[in-house]
């Protein structure tokens, strides 16, 4: 790898209002280095890319820039540099989207393979992509990596584990503003993160039994000095003196060394390096017997379903399929094949069969289940039927702290929502949950959270997603939808 800077910061602080965001003394990016940047909502992997780019100056320090850049933006602004007419054909063929260069009207992943197109047609030094599989199905998603392979160097958020570990070569940890760095992809910094973790619990463990020996030694060594103050009580005051002006050493001599031992013993203990009590994840789960669940083997199937849309676009075509009490489904298909259509179908109960008991959960995209005058907690409880602690220690696994628990909704950051949504969903009256994307919008700590709840989870669920990590995490069956067919394929 060459060693050329291609930038430089250098004793950085950035906030907004009274909150610091990111404070780090040294951050060197080379050329031929594709870094994943990786973070919680919030953190300021955003606001770190926008720094590098010039489009934010920092409060203190530095950013030097030895190269041409681009900056590919989650959320569709035009790429500084690029216009309409910048995508050559060649990219365009690569991704897909040649026929689609100049209509008007484009799906979300054919806008999200354009815009791609256009970057990689600038051929600049330096790439950073903030979220650039938003939209993209499976297809998009490999035809994204196969690129990135090639890009000489890349500065990359992204929730799609599998591209991070195709592509990176260092992951930067954003926590608490500063910057930690690992080299190799995104597995290698978890293992890292995980042999981490074990540490801090050895050696909380460690100082937990020393400091119970120093106490225990401590009141001993004090219990002895005050015995030995005292005269014992089948003496007279009289013997007491005869017998410690016989001895070589006073009693109040012994009581004194006794006294400093003690002392030494607490000046360790207060000199020792205190160890915190790493976090760990509550285990209580709600009683899902409360949803009163269906009973049935077979619990959502459809037979030779056809459906169309009104202008005639057909979706369906004597299709079938079934899902059983307790799957977790994938389904998957490229964009356009009916994914979100059959969610719905099976939400309204439409040409699909769905047992009486099933009840269906399914966050809408605009989120209109949440109350934004309420307070989080206030807007689990309000669809809750399990108890506050259960709900709070639900929100606690979905990352939410308990100052979020607090905040009214209306000032939550769209990540933030997302989790509340999923938190209600446990917490509801929902034995089936039917979720398009869920993992759409989410870092990658609140995917992993995400994870762990819905492999506990003892009800039927069905989602739609591009992401083979989250499936193959997940999933105990995949349904691929095709050329207006259902069929069930091999787990990813």
């Known amino acids: 790898m060459s060693e050329r800077n291609y930038i430089t910061a250098e004793n950085i602080i950035v906030g907004f209002g009274e909150q610091e965001v990111l404070h780090f003394d040294s951050l060197r990016i080379h050329e031929g280095e594709k870094i994943g940047l990786v973070g919680a909502n919030g953190a300021g992997k955003t606001t770190l890319l926008r720094l590098i780019a010039g489009e934010l100056a920092p409060d203190k320090g530095r950013v030097a820039r030895n190269c041409e850049l681009l900056f590919f933006r989650q959320f569709g602004e035009e790429e500084a540099g690029t216009s309409g007419a910048d995508a050559d054909g060649r990219h365009l063929s690569l991704l897909g989207v040649r026929d689609r260069a100049f209509r008007e009207h484009v799906s979300g992943g054919e806008e ?14 330096l790439l950073m992509l903030d979220e650039p599989t938003s939209h993209l199905d499976s297809e998009g998603i490999k035809l994204l990596t196969e690129k990135l392979l090639r890009v000489p160097t890349l500065l990359l958020i992204s929730h799609n584990r599998a591209l991070m570990n195709a592509v990176c070569t260092r992951i930067i940890a954003i926590e608490d503003g500063a910057l930690k760095s690992v080299d190799g992809n995104y597995d290698d910094y978890l293992r890292l993160k995980e042999a981490a973790t074990e540490r801090a619990w ?11 020996r120093l106490k225990s030694a401590y009141r001993e060594k004090k219990d002895q000095a005050r015995r030995m103050e005292k005269k014992p009580r089948h003496l007279s005051s009289s013997e007491a003196k005869a017998i410690a002006f016989g001895s070589k050493r006073k009693p109040e001599d012994k009581a004194r060394s006794k006294e400093k031992a003690a002392r030494n013993i607490l000046m360790r203990m207060e000199h020792m390096e205190v160890k915190e009590k790493p976090k760990e994840e509550a285990r209580i789960r709600p009683d899902f017997r409360l949803t009163d669940p269906p009973e049935n083997r077979i619990v959502i199937s459809a ?44 939400r309204d109960r439409e040409g699909v069969y769905v047992v009486p008991k099933a009840k269906i959960g399914y966050i809408e995209q605009n989120l209109s289940q949440l109350n934004p005058e309420k307070t989080v907690l206030e807007n689990m409880m309000a669809h809750s039927i399990q108890r506050e602690d259960i709900a709070r220690m639900i929100l606690s696994r979905m990352l939410l702290s308990a100052r979020d628990m607090q905040k009214s909704v209306g000032v939550l950051s769209g990540g933030e929502r997302i989790k509340l949504s999923f938190a209600m969903l446990f917490v509801s009256d929902i034995n089936v949950i ?12 609140s995917i992993e959270a995400l994870e762990n709840m819905f492999r506990e989870y003892e009800g039927t669920m069905l989602f739609v997603s591009h ?22 394929t091999a787990a990813i």
């Not at 393979?113 to 030094?125: H, T, Y």
């Not at 399929?321 to 998957?332: K, L, M, S």
């Not at 039917?434 to 759409?440: F, G, V």
């Open 112 to 125: 999200t393979r354009l815009r791609l197109a256009k970057v990689f047609s600038a051929e600049r030094p």
């Open 202 to 212: 050895a050696e909380y463990e460690q100082y937990n039994t020393e400091m119970k």
């Open 303 to 346: 037979e030779h379903l056809s459906f169309a849309y009104p202008d005639g676009t057909e979706i369906f075509r004597d299709a079938s399929f079934q899902i059983g009490r307790g799957e977790r489904v994938a389904i998957t298909g490229k964009n356009g094949a009916g994914k979100t259509t059959l969610l719905h179908l099976i």
């Open 434 to 445: 039917a979720l398009d994307e869920p993992t759409n919008f989410l870092d990658l700590p």
């Open 467 to 488: 992401d083979e990590t989250f499936i193959r995490r997940i999933a105990t069956r995949v349904l691929h939808v095709e050329d207006g067919g259902i069929r069930e």
